[in-house]
């Protein structure tokens, strides 16, 4: 089973996930068979990071720790945190056919190349929780974002303090570390991000297994989304977990779906479906 780092959030819903890219991009997924994540710390938003980290401070604030053994080793969560956090995610969005988010994501903006990806949130759970090469590199299932502190019942100060005292500095180091990458500024909140959570670095079980690539000096780990090549339906509801893909504002509905006949058809599954953005995007 992957860990869970929402406290128990339900994950129920939503059934689909989009993930806005450009059609270079959709190519390199479909003939990978995988999607790449990114380093937390080398994210389109620099600020989220210590976002999360000014957040924290204020909690420890408010709860009230006054300077004793227990305040310095909160300054020591902090520290270790502004130091050790880490790990990659894969972004992916509940918002559906959002022009801020083609904008953003899609590449839109004076091209026409921009797609999006609707995948099943059941198969990334079969992937995430089956998929040997997903569990060794340790992937989350579907994770939502939140866009404000209010559930972190756990970093209540008494939990904190009893931790602290019985000498579980990292557990709560651990513990934080997962909060910070599934938060962000409110700003963001029409995003309806979600994210697929991989903790650590590189390691030299990663190098043995071929389970990162190397993109423009960063090491990114590889999300399989099949469990056989030749076989991209195996276990899933939807080959390579891929319910729908879109052809953004200005993107060639018939490029896409020409791309997409192909590519499925050599492994003698049906493509899925095919639509056009509704919005009006000049």
Known sequence: MAPDFTGGIDLSEPSELWHYTTFDSLTAILQSQSLLATDFRALNDTQEFKYGINVLKEIFAREGFAPS????????????????????IIS???????????????????????????????????????????????????????????????????????K????????????????IKLSKNDAFREEKEYRLLCRGGIVSIDRFRQSYQVVNGEFRKIFRLSFDDEKIFMKLKKPLAIKELWAGPKMNFDKLERYAENYFFQFGCGRPDIKQSRIPFI
């Not at 053994?69 to 790990?87: A, I, P, Q, Y």
């Not at 602290?164 to 513990?175: D, K, W």
């Open 164 to 179: 602290l005292a019985e000498g579980g500095h990292m557990s709560v180091v651990c513990q934080v570390d997962d909060w």
């Open 69 to 88: 053994d227990h305040f310095e080793k909160v300054e020591d969560v902090l520290s270790d945190l502004e130091t050790r956090c880490n790990g990659q």
């Open 92 to 162: 992916l969005s509940e918002a559906r056919d959002s022009l801020s988010m083609w904008r953003g994501y899609g590449g839109a903006v004076g091209g026409n190349q921009a797609v999006a990806i609707v995948f099943n949130v059941e198969d990334l759970k079969t992937l995430a929780q089956e998929h040997l090469e997903n569990k060794l590199s340790h992937f989350s299932d579907p994770q939502r974002v939140r866009y404000d502190a209010s559930f972190l019942p756990q970093l209540n100060g008494t939990d904190v303090r009893t």
